[in-house]
């Protein structure tokens, strides 16, 4: 008769171990930062801006569209030219920036807000030969660059989910397969058509994504770090497994700002093994205060905080 009651004790003391046993796996805290870098053409350098040297490090750079010159900008179907600042952030200055800091890589991000006066819409022809283009284009930008990564920042679509899914995906799984990157982003935010989009992306190809920028700036202004921190929960569970890391904007952008209690939030993620790492939007933007919260964003990541 007491063969049961014992039974019933073992499998509850085996539940708690299992329990705290994935307690302990949770994903670790990471050092990673990330910055956009030569969109607003601000004459912003790699070396204007500070780099901590136990952060790890990456340059955004802002933007490669695939759209045809500023002056009549047409979409491309997947012909990619360069939209940041090139003449402040040319080739050589990648290298240099690599050589001078081991812990810094460069990437580029693909779309953004806009072009010229209208949107950058993500408008292929056909899968099949949007990737072609893609594949072919930004192996050549990002060798020409000594590139290391690509972020994904369309924000207007004149696709659908599943086709986004699949260019983004086949683009992706094939600059990986063919070792011309070693890391790719998603940048998506709380918008329903975006967010259609990013997600039926994720949901195919999310294996292959790395880190998930996602824009909590775009969030309305005077967030609270309560709310923030519900954000951040709703958006881990979207991007489920993946590592979304925390953002604010150091233009006029909404969310949480770092004088608002940011830091806090981090510092609270932080202590519950959450804080994967921490982007901002813009260098271009922070240039006029001196860069003053990447230094205290790359010191909280560095454990100096």
Same mark, same amino acid.
């Given at each position: 008769?007491? &063969?049961?009651? &014992?039974?019933?004790?073992?499998?509850?003391?085996?539940?708690?171990?299992?329990?705290? %046993?994935?307690? @302990?796996? *949770?994903?670790?805290?990471?050092? @990673? #930062?990330?910055?956009? =870098?030569?969109?607003?053409?601000?004459?912003?350098?790699?070396?204007?801006?500070?780099?901590?040297?136990?952060?790890?490090?990456?340059? %955004?750079?802002?933007?490669?569209?695939?759209?045809?010159?500023?002056?009549?900008?047409?979409?491309?179907? /997947?012909?990619?030219?360069?939209?940041?600042?090139?003449?402040? @952030?040319?080739?050589?200055?990648?290298?240099?920036?690599?050589?001078?800091?081991?812990?810094?890589?460069?990437?580029?991000?693909? /779309?953004?807000?806009?072009?010229?006066?209208?949107?950058?819409?993500?408008?292929?022809?056909?899968?099949?030969?949007?990737?072609?283009?893609?594949?072919?284009?930004?192996?050549?930008?990002?060798?020409?660059?000594?590139?290391?990564?690509?972020?994904?920042?369309?924000?207007? #679509?004149?696709?659908?989910?599943?086709?986004?899914?699949?260019?983004?995906?086949?683009?992706?799984?094939?600059?990986?397969?063919?070792?011309?990157?070693?890391? *790719?982003? =998603? *940048?998506?935010?709380?918008?329903?058509?975006?967010?259609?989009?990013?997600?039926?992306?994720?949901?195919?190809? /999310?294996?292959?994504?790395?880190?998930?920028?996602?824009?909590?700036?775009?969030?309305?202004?005077?967030?609270?770090?309560?709310?923030?921190?519900?954000?951040?929960?709703?958006?881990?569970?979207?991007?489920?497994? /993946?590592?979304?890391?925390?953002?604010?904007?150091?233009?006029?952008?909404?969310?949480?700002?770092?004088?608002?209690? #940011? #830091?806090?939030?981090?510092?609270?993620?932080?202590?519950?093994?959450? @804080?994967?790492?921490?982007?901002?939007?813009?260098?271009?933007?922070?240039?006029?205060?001196?860069?003053?919260?990447?230094?205290?964003?790359?010191?909280?990541?560095?454990?100096?905080?």
């Amino acid at each position: 008769m007491e &063969l049961p009651k &014992l039974f019933i004790t073992l499998l509850i003391i085996e539940a708690l171990f299992i329990s705290q %046993i994935q307690v @302990l796996a *949770a994903p670790p805290n990471s050092n @990673l #930062f990330r910055e956009y =870098i030569g969109a607003e053409f601000k004459n912003v350098k790699f070396t204007d801006v500070p780099i901590n040297p136990n952060a790890e490090f990456h340059f %955004i750079l802002s933007f490669a569209i695939d759209y045809d010159t500023l002056s009549s900008p047409s979409p491309n179907n /997947g012909k990619f030219n360069i939209f940041w600042d090139s003449a402040n @952030l040319s080739p050589s200055q990648v290298s240099s920036i690599k050589i001078a800091h081991s812990n810094v890589k460069v990437a580029l991000s693909l /779309g953004g807000d806009s072009v010229g006066d209208g949107f950058a819409y993500f408008s292929p022809s056909s899968v099949d030969s949007w990737v072609s283009n893609a594949v072919s284009s930004l192996t050549r930008i990002i060798k020409q660059y000594h590139l290391d990564g690509i972020d994904i920042d369309y924000e207007h #679509f004149k696709a659908d989910p599943d086709t986004f899914a699949e260019c983004i995906g086949k683009l992706i799984t094939t600059l990986k397969r063919n070792k011309v990157i070693s890391f *790719a982003s =998603i *940048a998506p935010f709380d918008n329903d058509q975006v967010q259609k989009q990013y997600l039926a992306l994720w949901r195919k190809y /999310g294996h292959q994504i790395d880190y998930v920028n996602f824009q909590f700036y775009a969030y309305d202004k005077g967030t609270t770090v309560p709310q923030f921190l519900e954000y951040f929960k709703t958006q881990s569970s979207n991007y489920n497994g /993946g590592k979304v890391l925390v953002s604010f904007g150091t233009d006029a952008s909404g969310g949480l700002k770092p004088d608002k209690g #940011f #830091f806090k939030a981090c510092e609270k993620l932080k202590s519950q093994q959450q @804080l994967h790492g921490i982007f901002i939007w813009s260098a271009d933007d922070s240039k006029a205060n001196g860069f003053r919260y990447e230094k205290e964003a790359q010191g909280l990541l560095a454990g100096r905080h």
